[in-house]
């Protein structure tokens, strides 16, 4: 007899088990695909309004479950209630946002160069959609692919991370209970690697939504290759804040914590570098370091909590190695860099850490850290700051803090960043396209722009009209 496997979800804030997920065997993941690739043309087919109507049903019920999702989303995946809380908010503003967009999908008639014909142009779903997510944030990473594409009229099917599936397990029942049909949505479980190859060798998926690490993001890209598919690549970063000389430094502090120490530093846009001018170097980091100290480190279910623990051990020993290697190469710690963790029981908390004087050869000047640990240089002129900005191979997230808008529009000319915040640390909205360049990605989602990936032009010449 075939033993069925299982993810055993865990707490990461304690290490229990707080359930378990059948793994999909290769021929469930097969049989999804052919229901949701068979169901595509009656969903494809539904007119707008009536589309739009389901979605907003979607987000309704989303918010009617708030505090119990919220509490699912904390308890596997570690983050604090009061962000968990926000990203169901943030998860359903993009399906109320494509609820509206479903009903813009226009085409255009373009004048054409003889009386006898006539040129249409319009819009047509691309086909059915698969999409991996991670963990970090497991509702809005999932709506803001599901929405567009469902508004777009394409029939979707998503494989959620494995320390996270119950988050995207309840979401997709909520969208069955809003009326969308079953097979027009659905979710899979299992390791990456193994569904992520179901979902590249299928023909009858045409499009391949991702959001994730860079290397697993080329990996897709080139197993789509070989179908066709279409790619939208969410993928690392390493975002940089630069603090200008004539910055307001209380607003710079507050937003640096609130850009850096976000679901214990693990957002893909959150700050990783901090560049601050030398003559305010040392106000800033005095004034960090009084903040950062206040933050309150512990179970994310615990009202007062504003920290969290990172995800696993693989993580938490990216980030303690990030932080040694600073300090052998020379970095001052400011506060923090204390841990504490059971690697039996599986939990690992890193308390918010500020390093200062960190060398550019140091490691997480170079990589993202995905952890609360925010290194500190000083620079000394704008063209200076925005080399050490720009170098590196991701272009997600960057940030700039000045009041001087000759400076700000110089910097935000300068940075090779998709998405960019002056005098802001919390950029992301259901309304603004949001993605990277370089290795960061490919696409956006969100905005006006989130829902383009999602169709196909079709273009029609009409001839012997007269
Ligand atoms: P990851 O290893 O790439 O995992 C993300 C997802 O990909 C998970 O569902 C994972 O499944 C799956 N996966 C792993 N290997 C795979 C493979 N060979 N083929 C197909 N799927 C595979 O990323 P992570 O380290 O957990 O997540 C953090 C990364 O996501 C960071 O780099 C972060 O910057 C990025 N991120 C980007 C954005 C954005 O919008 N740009 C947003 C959030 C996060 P299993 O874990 O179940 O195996």
Partial sequence: MIKTRQIDVKNPATGEVIESVKVDSKEDIESA?????????????????????????????????KSDLARIMTLESGKPISESLGEVDYAASYIDWYAEETKRLYGRTIPANSENKKIVISKKPVGMVAAITPWNFPAAMMTRKAAPALAAGCTFIVKPAEETPLTTIKLIDFAHEAGIPEDVVQCVNGPGKEVGEVFTDSKLIRKITFTGSTPVGKQLIKNSADTMKHVSMELGGHAPIIVAEDADIDLAVDQTIASKFRNAGQTCICANRLLVHESILEEFSNKLKTKVEQLKVGNGLDDDTQVGPVINEKGFNKIISQINDAVDKGAEVVCGSNTHSDTEKEYFFVHPTVLKYVSRE????????????????SFQDLDEALEIANSTPFGLAAYFFTNDYRTGNYIHDNLEFGIIGWNDGAPSAAHAPFGGMKESGLGREGGVEGIEPYLETKYLSIGNLS
Avoid: C, D, Y
């Fill in 362 to 377: 140091s490691s997480i000047m170079q990589e993202e850290t995905f952890g609360p640990v925010i290194p500190i240089t």
């Fill in 33 to 65: 695909i052919l229901k949701g690739h068979s169901a595509l043309k009656a969903w494809s087919s539904i007119h707008a309004h009536e589309k739009a109507r389901l979605l907003k049903k979607w987000s309704e019920i989303i918010h009617n479950n």
